[in-house]
T-cell receptor
Framework: ETGVTQSPTHLIKTRGQQVTLRCSSQ?????VSWYQQALGQGPQFIFQ???????GRGNFPPRFSGLQFPNYSSELNVNALELDDSALYLC???????????????FGPGTRLTVL | KQEVTQIPAALSVPEGENLVLNCSFT??????LQWFRQDPGKGLTSLLL?????REQTSGRLNASLDKSSGRSTLYIAASQPGDSATYLC??????????FGEGTQLTVNP
């Protein structure tokens, strides 16, 4: 158990719909990152939030957006869902922010999103 | 742009065998190199983190080494057990807690 929780566990949506995924960080962690993991591939970095502000984004379109709240929980929102958005979405929390990371990142169990 | 490659993609060994998983990365300016384990359909469990200034880390039957100059890391698993069966992912951190992952090595340890 890492102390990072995600909800829901599984989700089925249709093309064009919108989805919100949630992540509760480990206590004391002020940085959360989101990753997309397609079947059979390694996770791909979507974006990161540090103290409620976006702190970097990977190669994902603007329809992927996020929020981080004062209690450091986080949301990932995806608009206009496409079939290729089907994946396992992972969040990870750590104490590091803009400084060099000396701590490992703690991953949640993920949300499996299926887009039909 | 950092790229991480893992070899082999899949590995099947008998129980008790010692084995090595390989990871290579293109940008040597990393902060650290991490190894994770992933069970089917599950999240990632951190196994070992090697800081850029370190050469290796050990935890139980696991030993990970890092050679920044050659862009390589290896994960050594001693006396493998069926419970070690999982996908092993390496990830390089190059800036601000952002990880670039390889595609993983799927390990099967047969009883």
């Amino acid at each position: 158990e890492t102390g990072v929780t995600q909800s829901p566990t599984h989700l089925i949506k249709t093309r064009g719909q919108q989805v919100t995924l949630r992540c509760s960080s480990q206590s004391g962690h002020n940085t959360v990152s989101w990753y997309q993991q397609a079947l059979g591939q390694g996770p791909q970095f979507i974006f990161q939030y540090y103290r409620e502000e976006e702190n970097g984004r990977g190669n994902f379109p603007p329809r992927f957006s996020g929020l981080q709240f004062p209690n450091y929980s986080s949301e990932l929102n995806v608009n206009a869902l496409e079939l290729d958005d089907s994946a396992l979405y992972l969040c990870a929390s750590t104490r590091a922010g803009t400084s060099v990371s000396t701590d490992t990142q703690y991953f949640g169990p993920g949300t499996r999103l299926t887009v039909l | 742009k950092q790229e991480v490659t893992q070899i082999p993609a899949a590995l099947s060994v008998p129980e008790g065998e010692n084995l090595v998983l390989n990871c290579s990365f293109t940008d040597s300016a990393i902060y650290n190199l991490q190894w994770f384990r992933q069970d089917p359909g599950k999240g990632l469990t951190s196994l070992l983190l090697i800081q850029s200034s370190q050469r290796e880390q050990t935890s139980g039957r696991l030993n990970a080494s890092l050679d920044k100059s050659s862009g390589r890391s290896t994960l050594y698993i001693a006396a493998s057990q069926p419970g070690d069966s999982a996908t092993y992912l390496c990830a390089a951190e190059t800036s601000g807690s952002r990880l670039t992952f390889g595609e993983g090595t799927q390990l099967t340890v047969n009883p």
